[in-house]
T-cell receptor, first 113, second 113 residues
Framework: DGGITQSPKYLFRKEGQNVTLSCEQN?????MYWYRQDPGQGLRLIYY???????QKGDIAEGYSVSREKKESFPLTVTSAQKNPTAFYLC????????????FGPGTRLTVL | GENVEQHPSTLSVQEGDSAVIKCTYS??????FPWYKQELGKRPQLIID?????GEKKDQRIAVTLNKTAKHFSLHITETQPEDSAVYFC????????????FGKGMKLTVNP
């Protein structure tokens, strides 16, 4: 479990506000990922990054943005353009994208009031 | 793109019984198939994975089988215990392709003492 952290654990936001979720890892992993988890929907990929200063859209990128300025960090911003942002957000990392185990953070539960 | 279907969505068994979770995938080029377990309120964790060059892999009470022709893979849990109660996710990835892990929607397993 160790080595990948997310903060905060719970986050409340008013409609129309942007919010940034933190994800940090000290596993020296090249690849990092953001997933959204909704009941009965499994894990859906928002964005992923295989190397510093590069990232790609996943399956549900609309309304989200990311940056990868450091190997250890991959913050996710949920913008006001995201129509239904209330969800559980999971960050993960792996040695590389090539079929290596993804290690997940503890998650952030975002609620829009 | 890849599509992973998982069934059943819920399964309830008695302690000591076996449980089988089945997944199908659509991209015949997918070659890495991990299984993740997520206990209530916790992060997903890898429990076993299989690559397309083998048909079966075992680790104590759990085993995974892969049928490339039919494009399906299954997780088998024998001698189930209450601590096996969790949500199980299958996933598929094509190494050398998009490098995106595509998850099924998950199956909630309940083991009754």
């Amino acid at each position: 479990d160790g080595g990948i952290t997310q903060s905060p654990k719970y986050l409340f936001r008013k409609e129309g506000q942007n919010v940034t979720l933190s994800c940090e890892q000290n596993l020296n992993h090249d690849a990092m990922y953001w997933y959204r988890q909704d009941p009965g929907q499994g894990l859906r990929l928002i964005y992923y990054s295989q190397i510093v200063n590069d990232f790609q859209k996943g399956d549900i990128a609309e309304g989200y943005s990311v940056s990868r300025e450091k190997k250890e960090s991959f913050p996710l911003t949920v913008t006001s353009a995201q129509k239904n942002p209330t969800a559980f957000y999971l960050c993960a990392s792996s040695l590389s994208g090539s079929g290596n185990e993804q290690f997940f953070g503890p998650g952030t539960r975002l609620t829009v009031l | 793109g890849e599509n992973v279907e998982q069934h059943p969505s819920t399964l309830s068994v008695q302690e000591g019984d076996s449980a089988v979770i089945k997944c199908t995938y659509s991209d015949s080029a997918s070659n890495y198939f991990p299984w993740y377990k997520q206990e209530l309120g916790k992060r997903p964790q890898l429990i076993i994975d299989i690559r397309s060059n083998v048909g079966e892999k075992k680790d104590q009470r759990i085993a995974v089988t892969l049928n490339k022709t039919a494009k399906h893979f299954s997780l088998h849990i024998t001698e189930t215990q209450p601590e096996d109660s969790a949500v199980y996710f299958c996933a598929a990835l094509r190494q050398g392709g998009s490098e995106k892990l595509v998850f099924g929607k998950g199956m909630k397993l309940t083991v009754n003492p």
